[in-house]
């Protein structure tokens, strides 16, 4: 079974400039939702994207934006950065649709953004 | 999603049973308890999940008692591999016609140090 894979786990950007996260969903799983973890903090559902729509979405503002493909990747974009965007950016994966299913999310090791 | 509270921090020491109690006050009918562990710099790991009384894997049990408006999570004989950030989490996982189930809210977690 292939499990959640992120990329980059690392990488540092300065203000201003734009950021695409990536993730690979697990074997089996059409939706992806994105979290926020800032240091100490839990983290914080940004979006998320079922059958390639958006499709629920946190507290965050138009600059960060997401894709999700046919074969249920999803990318994670980051606009205009800001010195508070540095966190640990997961991605997490679950089957979505009429069945019901456990609820249970399946999270990557997660990509640490730092701004400078 | 109903908001949930628990402690900030517990200690303990290797082979002792760890009990974590969260409130969620506010619990739906429809919601279920899940609870994630989450180690530094990893994403965080499914543990359990139930409505109602008590559900035991191989990893922990969680008590519900007949009210729902609190859970506690038991830990058998410890070890210091145990410490982690736990979260109690609530919410509907089993939207049919569209996926919620990963609109999760993290609180900011029990902080678990298990001592030698």
């Known amino acids: 079974e292939t499990g959640v894979t992120q990329s980059p786990t690392h990488l540092i950007k300065t203000r201003g400039q734009q950021v695409t996260l990536r993730c690979s969903s697990q074997?089996?799983?059409?939706?992806v939702s994105w979290y926020q973890q800032a240091l100490g903090q839990g983290p914080q559902f940004i979006f998320q994207?079922?059958?390639?729509?958006e499709n629920g979405r946190g507290n965050f503002p138009p600059r960060f934006s997401g894709l999700q493909f046919p074969n249920y990747s999803s990318e994670l974009n980051v606009n205009a950065l800001e010195l508070d965007d540095s966190a640990l950016y997961l991605c997490?994966?679950?089957w979505g649709g009429g069945a019901p299913v456990s609820g249970e999310l399946f999270f990557g090791e997660g990509s640490r953004l730092t701004v400078l | 999603l109903a908001k949930t509270t628990q402690p900030i921090s517990m200690d303990s020491y290797e082979g002792q049973e760890v009990n974590i109690t969260c409130s969620h006050n506010?619990?739906?009918?429809?919601?279920?308890i899940t609870w994630y562990q989450q180690f530094p710099s990893q994403g965080p790991r499914f543990i359990i999940q139930?409505?109602?009384t008590k559900v035991t894997n191989e990893v922990a049990s969680l008590f519900i008692p007949a009210d729902r408006k609190s859970s506690t999570l038991s830990l058998p004989r410890v070890s210091l591999s145990d410490t982690a950030v736990y979260y109690c989490?609530?919410?509907?996982?089993?939207?049919?016609?569209?996926?919620?189930?990963?609109?999760?809210?993290f609180g900011q977690g029990t902080t678990l140090q298990v001592k030698p």
């Open positions: 074997s089996g799983h059409n939706t």
């Open positions: 139930g409505y109602k």
């Open positions: 506010n619990i739906a009918t429809n919601d279920y």
């Open positions: 994207y079922y059958r390639e729509e």
């Open positions: 997490a994966s679950s």
């Open positions: 989490l609530v919410g509907d996982p089993h939207l049919e016609g569209s996926s919620n189930t990963g609109k999760l809210i």
